[in-house]
């Protein structure tokens, strides 16, 4: 099993950034992927960015050029740096990792872009 938990949510301004992170609770090394998804309200969870054990990364459309994915393989964390904010990365964002075949999710961090 894994134990995911996301940390740095809050309140920024449009064009601010904020730093995501998320803390496994065994190796990274382990792990097939790790990746970023975000739950507006009244909307399906979406993709934002992963990453592969290879550290191949792929990013949804909306994101790209803004927001960038990394791990930390000694501190056994992923990152979610996020840049150029909008009012519409407004959302619930869930770290996620998949590991033996199976797909675990953090709690989530609520990430509010207003002025």
């Known amino acids: 099993q894994v134990q995911l938990v996301e940390s740095g949510g809050g309140l920024v301004q449009p064009g601010g950034s904020l730093r995501l992170s998320c803390a496994a609770s065994?190796?990274?090394?382990?792990?097939?992927?790790m990746g970023w998804y975000r739950q507006a309200p009244g909307k399906q969870r979406e993709l934002v960015a992963e990453?592969?054990?290879?550290?191949?990364?792929n990013y949804a459309d909306s994101v790209k050029g803004r927001f960038t994915i990394s791990t930390d393989n000694a501190k056994n964390t992923a990152a979610l740096q996020m840049n150029s904010l909008k009012p519409e990365d407004t959302a619930v964002y869930y770290c996620?990792?998949?590991?033996?075949?199976?797909?675990?999710w953090g709690q989530g961090t609520q990430v509010t872009v207003s002025s």
């Open positions: 996620n990792a998949v590991f033996s075949g199976q797909i675990y």
């Open positions: 990453i592969s054990s290879g550290s191949i990364t």
């Open positions: 065994r190796s990274i090394f382990s792990l097939y992927a």
